[in-house]
């Protein structure tokens, strides 16, 4: 007995003393490591040679600058071409319109095993061999695997190319520059392109090589068309091939060479059964048009739009993202996620702030000089480890990256045998040092200095095709006025004032927090419901309605079954994480909510058409915002033609009617519903000019503004009394008290915007950085719309008409308000109107009425922004059914209170 005790006491302490010996000897080697490379100062790039450095030419750089898309010098069509766009857009649209559906993928023999044999291309003569072999083909598989962890922006690291006969693996890491050797036979719209899930394959080749895809079938978008309960490859490859795959191994690090016999295998069989998968999922499409339809003009009804969603696919354009400074985004993703909640005014807390925005700047820098991701470079939890610690000396700084990075175990490279501090830390050890101990005190001052001292004269680290442009460019940067901007089409020329008023606009509207907090709701079995935000996950949680399954990103999993899954209803629009840029443009720096569907129909929509809101939110940049808002406008004043129904709400003549009343009129001597009227702000903000400068302006300008308020008065003269009056259209009792109280004051005051003093918009606009993602139900649909137009100036002198001077054109649109007190005039000037049409729909068309009018206004939107970045599943045609379940938070019993 004793003698076991004491066997078991020298078994301990033995096993404790090694384990202190190798823990001791891992850290000396560490610290052994940091010490002479931060001491030499020198990079690890000299030492290593990273298989990219290899590229002589790459069409994305490490730069500020915006992605240049191919040029193609057809100089008839170029004409007509934005000078940044898709150069295939045109065949792209024929395709759209007149789609070239292949009918058999396969021709012949065909054995569905993969043969012993295939080809690895990586000499330019290999490649133009395989360019002659595709040119003949009517139609060949593709897919591709990328790098991403060493790598600034990620790379195309191998193209997989299935034909009918063989298996092709093309090295696009030895090929990298000559590439283009395949461009024709992808953009040739007579040759069919099999890809499944092409969304990213499509912006690789075009980031990588100026490849652009014409003529696509997407095996993803068919299982989309055909409602299959899953729409992966891997489940395709079992139900379809009876093969199984190992998914996992496309996280493996496809730089690799050569490939291991399972990643060779692995990469065939991404392609190799498409062709086959295409087949038979056509076959599909065609047996579901003969069975659900009369019509035999409707046999190819699902294949059809299963191509034009595919090709829908090609018309992406791949864009580098934009920030307004380095690192903004990840530093107010990381200060909401991980510093809020602490978020006092404390030294403390400003310091961490400030500290993360300086780390984030650092690394997004770093990345970019040494073209590696930046969790390469540093991690999250490392950044709000030291922005919390602000450790002292260069030792401490490695310690608190070690011991965090080894907590967390998210290490970027499990693979792989480097460990945290990466190589980019530990050579540039000193950088961080200086950040913290503020010798790099501004956070202006940390671009030039961190890219003189890597990249300048005597710089540290090499040069190379990624980095070259980040020096001229940021010079560029610096003295120019703005940051260069991704797309052509904004003109940075722009006068001062509209530079102004657009600031003010983005300051005060635009969402202060990211919109999509990606949190998860699971099913009880473990499968992805949606993402969604806080308050939703806390709602289900407070009611003991799930459990918390995973804490950053939150995730929760229901306790009870779920009606209806998200894949049931042919659209995994609500399963896509959606990223917190304008949709439009890719504008990632500043946002605002954009509803597709005007407020003014909406608000009047049968609850459970309302119930997909998330569909019909976007965000949308102002620039975007406003060519957008522009759009809906011209198109509201079509429907109000089309239907016969008046936007505006017109005052009757009697001056000594009831305050407050109003009526519907239709302009007849004009016959123009659409003009009858003005809107409340409009009438508002004409009667304050003319009430606070009437006397002062220009009379050209003052006339105009009295047309305006005349419009409402029924065209009679008008008195000053009339002018106060008309300032009060529109606002509750509550806000005209309140407006009566301050007028001494407010109508002299100078309003910061035209017609509203300060007081009044916090009263009658929506924050719209609430804490909602539009997808979590607001308590009573209490929808308003913030709505930007270019409207009268206030200023008084009159000469700058339309400058741009930037006002919210509205908006409180109440649903409840407007039923209740329909004689009341809404803010929204269009309520009545939305009303009326959305009745007139109801009555003659039912529900489906409803969905067309939602159809069109989506068409609207694409129309009239392009948008490129609208998450994967958007889709015009989207049809909202969905029922509630019985713990839905949509369910209109169950309504969640915004408290
Ligand atoms: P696949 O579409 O499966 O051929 O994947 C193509 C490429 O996407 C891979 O080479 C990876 O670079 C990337 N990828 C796809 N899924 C993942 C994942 N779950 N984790 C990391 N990378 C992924
Ligand atoms: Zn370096
Ligand atoms: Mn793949």
């Not at 061999?129 to 790598?151: G, N, P």
């Not at 300032?727 to 109508?747: A, D, N, Q, T, W």
């Not at 809404?826 to 939305?834: E, M, N, R």
């Amino acid at each position: 007995m004793e003698v076991r005790e004491k066997a078991k006491i020298v078994i301990t302490v033995a096993s404790l003393v090694a384990v202190t010996v190798l823990f001791v000897a891992e850290y000396r080697r560490r610290h052994r490591k940091k010490q002479t490379s931060s001491s030499l100062s020198s990079c690890y790039l000299h030492s290593e040679l990273k298989s990219q450095f290899g590229f002589k030419r790459v069409f994305a750089d490490n730069s500020y600058s915006g992605f240049k898309h191919l040029k193609l010098d057809d100089s008839s069509s170029s004409l007509e071409k934005s000078s940044n766009g898709h150069p295939y857009e045109n065949e792209i649209t024929v395709l759209l319109e007149n789609p070239k559906i292949e009918f058999g993928f396969l021709r012949g023999e065909y054995s569905l095993e993969l043969s012993d044999s295939y080809v690895w291309v990586e000499t330019e003569l290999q490649l133009q061999e395989l360019a002659e072999i595709l040119a003949k083909e009517r139609v060949f598989a593709v897919d591709t695997e990328q790098h991403s962890l060493r790598s600034f922006l990620g790379f195309t690291a191998l193209i997989q190319i299935s034909t009918h006969e063989k298996d092709f693996l093309v090295d696009t890491i030895a090929l990298h520059d000559v590439m283009s050797i395949l461009r024709p036979v992808f953009s040739d719209p007579n040759i069919c392109k099999v890809f499944h899930g092409a969304d990213n394959d499509v912006l690789w080749l075009q980031r990588d090589f100026h490849i652009y895809v014409v003529n696509m079938f997407d095996t993803a978008k068919a299982c989309e068309v055909l409602s299959k309960p899953q729409r992966s490859l891997a489940y395709l490859l079992e139900t379809v091939c009876g093969v199984a795959t190992n998914k996992l191994l496309q996280r493996e690090d496809w730089r690799q060479r050569p490939l291991s016999k399972e990643m060779v295998q692995y990469a065939r069989t991404d392609a190799h059964y498409l062709l086959y998968i295409a087949d038979s999922l056509t076959a599909e499409l065609k047996q579901l048009a003969t069975e659900d339809s009369s019509s035999p003009n409707d046999r190819f009804h699902f294949l059809l739009e299963a191509s034009r969603r595919s090709n829908m696919t090609c018309l992406q354009l791949y864009m580098k993202e934009t920030e307004d400074f380095p690192g903004s985004a990840a530093a107010s993703s990381i200060i909401y996620r991980h510093l809020n909640g602490h978020g006092d005014n404390s030294t403390v807390y400003l310091n961490a702030e400030e500290l993360v925005r300086k780390l984030c700047a650092w690394r997004d820098l770093m990345a970019r000089i040494h073209d590696e991701s930046t969790r390469y470079v540093l991690s999250d939890q490392a950044i709000v480890a030291l922005a919390c610690k602000q450790p002292t000396t260069t030792e401490e700084i490695y310690d608190t990256i070690a011991h965090t990075d080894l907590a967390t175990e998210s290490s970027p490279s499990s693979s792989s045998s480097v460990q945290s501090p990466y190589p980019v830390i530990c050579s540039h050890l000193d950088d961080i040092y200086e950040m913290i101990l503020e010798k790099l005190a501004k956070l202006d001052d940390i671009l030039p200095v961190v890219l003189t001292k890597c990249l300048g004269t005597n710089g540290t680290c090499p040069i190379s095709v990624f980095n070259y442009s980040l020096l001229v460019n940021f010079k560029t940067k610096l003295s120019g006025h703005s940051a260069p901007k991704q797309n052509g089409h904004r003109n940075f020329k722009q006068q001062f004032t509209r530079k102004a008023s657009r600031e003010l606009f983005v300051k005060k509207f635009s969402c202060k927090a990211p919109v999509y907090h990606n949190c998860r709701i699971y099913a009880n079995d473990g499968r992805l419901l949606c993402y969604c935000d806080k308050r939703k996950l806390e709602w289900y949680l407070n009611r003991g309605l799930a459990k918390l399954v995973e804490e950053n990103p939150p995730a929760i999993m229901l306790l009870f079954e779920p009606k209806g899954r998200p894949e049931d209803e042919g659209n995994d629009f609500y399963i896509q994480t959606k990223r917190n840029i304008c949709v439009g443009c890719g504008e990632g720096k500043h946002y605002l909510r954009y509803r597709i569907i005007p407020s003014c129909y909406r608000v009047h929509f049968p609850e459970h058409l309302k119930s997909h809101r998330s569909h019909d939110i976007v965000l949308l940049c102002v620039d975007c915002h406003e060519v957008a808002h522009a759009a809906a406008e011209r198109y509201k004043k079509k429907i109000a033609t089309e239907f016969g129904i008046p936007l505006f709400v017109r005052r009757v003549l009697d001056s000594k009617e009831a305050q407050g009343t109003s009526s519907l009129v239709e302009d007849e001597s004009t016959g123009n519903s659409e003009d009858a009227g003005v809107s409340p702000l409009h009438l508002r903000s004409a009667a304050m000019a003319l009430l606070r400068h009437g006397n002062r302006m220009p009379s050209s300008r003052r006339e105009e503004l009295l047309q305006t308020v005349k419009m409402y008065y029924g065209g009679r003269d008008i008195s000053e009394e009339d002018l106060e009056k008309a300032l009060l259209i529109g606002l509750s009792p509550h806000e005209r008290r309140k407006l009566e109280r301050k007028k001494g004051v407010s109508v002299k005051h100078s309003a910061e915007v035209a017609g509203m003093d300060k007081q009044e918009d916090a009263n009658n606009f929506e924050s719209l950085d609430e804490k909602n993602d539009g997808e979590a139900p607001t308590d009573s649909e209490k929808i308003m719309n913030v709505e930007r137009s270019t409207v009268a100036d206030d200023s008084g002198d009159g000469t700058s008409e339309g400058d741009g001077a930037t006002e919210l054109n509205d908006t409180q649109c109440n649903g409840n308000m407007l039923h209740q007190q329909n004689s009341k005039l809404s803010l929204l000037g269009h309520g009545p109107h939305g009303k009326q049409i959305v009745e007139y729909l109801l009555r003659e068309h039912g529900e489906d009425g409803v969905r067309d009018f939602c159809q069109r206004w989506r068409k609207v939107f694409v129309d009239a922004v392009h948008p490129r970045h609208l998450p994967g599943g958007w889709n015009v045609s989207h049809s909202g059914r969905r029922d509630f379940g019985e713990f839905s938070v949509y369910n209109p019993t169950k309504r969640l209170s915004t408290e």
